[in-house]
T-cell receptor
Framework: LAKTTQPISMDSYEGQEVNITCSHN???????ITWYQQFPSQGPRFIIQGYKTKVTNEVASLFIPADRKSSTLSLPRVSLSDTAVYYC????????????FGTGTKLQVIP | DSGVTQTPKHLITATGQRVTLRCSPRSGDLSVYWYQQSLDQGLQFLIQ???????AKGNILERFSAQQFPDLHSELNLSSLELGDSALYFC??????????????FGQGTRLTVV
């Protein structure tokens, strides 16, 4: 599976839009880009998944350029409760075989 | 609530001992995954079972083993425990039977402390 690279940490003020970029240069045709959120001592929680272009749900947007070698998770108007670790994953069609979460991006929202 | 249940939530045991962690997947999910998360680390994939059969293996130690039972619940057995095995162990489940990648649902984890 393609390796992902994302910033180790980010700070943002409450109410701002946060964009976290992830690179996955070796992504394959049947891979999906998937983002998870994890709070301390809790299991990761699915945020959003996409294949190409733009995907939006009630909590986030995911932007994927045509070459799919990178993606950007956008969190609109963050609040203190969005302070968490965000993981970018490349998931092969059909399941999470051998998917490993890296260290993710630690987002700290400041009041 | 993800629908994935892990027991126990906390476990403290001594070095050299053996423990069993249990996971009940979401209703209808055939795949179960086990992950280990050490302090301030990402989640490391250990092993996956699909409908009772081992499907994929990650960096799982030989001292660790797992199985998935006919009712689809899974157990992770850790033996000859060492201090370095102290970690959060997560179980996740997914449907994983379609052409499109699916969401994995994680339990709340079992925090294992080896003393």
């Amino acid at each position: 599976l393609a390796k992902t690279t994302q910033p180790i940490s980010m700070d943002s003020y409450e109410g701002q839009e946060v964009n976290i970029t992830c690179s996955h240069n070796n992504i394959a045709t049947n891979d999906y880009i998937t983002w998870y959120q994890q709070f301390p001592s809790q299991g990761p929680r699915f945020i959003i998944q996409g294949y190409k272009t733009k995907v939006t749900n009630e909590v986030a947007s995911l932007f994927i350029p045509a070459d799919r070698k990178s993606s950007t998770l956008s969190l609109p108007r963050v609040s203190l409760s969005d302070t968490a670790v965000y993981y970018c994953l490349v998931v092969r069609s059909g399941g999470y075989q051998k998917v490993t979460f890296g260290t993710g991006t630690k987002l700290q929202v400041i009041p | 609530d993800s629908g994935v249940t892990q027991t126990p939530k906390h476990l403290i045991t001594a070095t050299g001992q053996r423990v069993t962690l249990r996971c009940s997947p979401r209703s209808g999910d055939l795949s179960v995954y086990w992950y280990q998360q050490s302090l301030d680390q990402g989640l490391q994939f250990l092993i996956q079972y699909y409908n009772g059969e081992e499907r994929a293996k990650g960096n799982i130690l030989e001292r660790f083993s797992a199985q998935q039972f006919p009712d689809l619940h899974s157990e992770l057995n850790l033996s000859s425990l060492e201090l370095g095995d102290s970690a959060l162990y997560f179980c996740a489940s997914s449907v994983a039977n379609g052409p499109e990648a699916t969401e994995a649902f994680f339990g709340q984890g079992t925090r294992l402390t080896v003393v």
